[in-house]
């Protein structure tokens, strides 16, 4: 019924319908957020999206007001979906599954990737971005320039990835502990510039790029 508002998806652009709205709160409903649906929205700051699994393509692509993402059972992040969302501080990763390429590149404010469900990250998620601190025990893999120029980057704790492919962590300088004990391959470039990393031990290593484990 319309008093339930029972919408599932909000689909499309909003062809400039919420442009100077701030705060957007969803009905519990809605599961997915559709491609370009907010994309743009120059004043949008906080969303409030408790039933949300899914955040689509470019979502809220270049949203430079926006701070935060409120609901904790997204599990599905679109490329592109946060790209160019300069001040985002806060959204919640712990039941997040997948993050597409892109998503979450030049987000200079999102500090942290914390999440025990998360196993499936395209290149160049995070690249450029503000993240301190990646804790993803259920990751396998850490996919070509993911964490491509996160100068901030500190800590890893990926104790099940096997590979990390080419520039996953170049430029990342203040990189100075990484978890990663089952790490069988590392790809061309994976540490290049990081010159805080004194100490690599990957006993499982097997298989490595040129520079691969060059850290300046």
Same mark, same amino acid.
């Given at each position: 019924?319309?008093?339930?508002?029972?919408?599932?998806?909000?689909?499309?652009?909003?062809?400039?319908?919420?442009?100077?709205?701030?705060?957007?709160?969803?009905?519990?409903?809605?599961?997915?957020?559709?491609?370009?649906?907010?994309?743009?929205?120059?004043?949008? =700051?906080? /969303?409030?999206?408790?039933?949300?699994?899914? *955040? #689509?393509? %470019?979502? !809220?692509?270049? +949203? $430079?007001? &926006? @701070?935060?993402?409120?609901?904790?059972?997204?599990?599905?992040?679109?490329?592109?979906?946060?790209?160019?969302?300069?001040?985002?501080?806060?959204?919640?990763?712990?039941?997040?599954?997948?993050?597409?390429?892109?998503?979450?590149?030049?987000?200079?404010?999102?500090?942290?990737?914390?999440?025990?469900?998360?196993?499936?990250?395209?290149?160049?998620?995070?690249?450029?971005?503000?993240? =301190?601190? /990646?804790?993803?025990?259920?990751?396998?893999? *850490? #996919?070509? %320039?993911? !964490?491509?120029? +996160? $100068?901030? &980057? @500190?800590?890893?704790?990926?104790?099940?990835?096997?590979?990390?492919?080419?520039?996953?962590?170049?430029?990342?300088?203040?990189?100075?502990?990484?978890?990663?004990?089952?790490?069988?391959?590392?790809?061309?470039?994976?540490?290049?510039?990081?010159?805080?990393?004194?100490?690599?031990?990957?006993?499982?290593?097997?298989?490595?790029?040129?520079?691969?484990?060059?850290?300046?």
């Amino acid at each position: 019924s319309a008093d339930r508002m029972d919408i599932m998806e909000i689909k499309g652009e909003t062809d400039g319908s919420v442009e100077t709205v701030e705060f957007i709160v969803l009905p519990e409903s809605v599961k997915i957020i559709g491609e370009k649906a907010f994309a743009e929205s120059e004043k949008l =700051r906080q /969303v409030r999206a408790t039933g949300v699994e899914t *955040i #689509d393509t %470019s979502a !809220f692509m270049l +949203c $430079e007001s &926006l @701070e935060s993402i409120e609901g904790n059972n997204i599990k599905n992040i679109g490329s592109y979906a946060f790209y160019g969302c300069p001040v985002l501080k806060y959204i919640d990763f712990s039941k997040a599954e997948k993050i597409e390429s892109c998503a979450f590149e030049s987000a200079l404010s999102i500090t942290s990737v914390v999440s025990d469900t998360l196993s499936d990250v395209s290149g160049t998620a995070f690249r450029e971005s503000g993240i =301190r601190i /990646v804790d993803v025990p259920n990751m396998k893999k *850490i #996919d070509v %320039s993911t !964490f491509y120029g +996160c $100068e901030l &980057l @500190e800590k890893v704790n990926a104790p099940l990835v096997t590979a990390i492919n080419n520039d996953a962590f170049n430029g990342c300088s203040a990189l100075i502990e990484i978890n990663a004990e089952n790490l069988e391959s590392v790809g061309r470039y994976s540490f290049l510039n990081c010159s805080s990393l004194e100490e690599i031990n990957f006993p499982k290593l097997k298989d490595f790029g040129g520079l691969g484990l060059e850290t300046s």
